[in-house]
């Protein structure tokens, strides 16, 4: 007769609860405020761009 170990009968570990994510995440959050003065780009497509 076989004998299952302790560990073979305990549940798989819960990784939302068991794990810990690394590297850990910032306590306070940093908000991302774009820099409005600058001056977008539009993309053109390949049928658009100046035959230099």
Known sequence: ???ISDAAQAPPPN???D???W???P???IP????TGLAVR???S???LPDD
């Open 19 to 21: 794990c810990t994510p």
């Open 27 to 29: 306590s306070d959050p």
């Open 42 to 44: 539009t993309r053109l």
């Open 1 to 3: 007769m076989t004998r």
């Open 15 to 17: 990784p939302l609860e």
């Open 46 to 48: 390949a049928f658009e």
């Open 23 to 25: 590297p850990p995440p």
């Open 32 to 35: 991302f405020t774009p820099d």
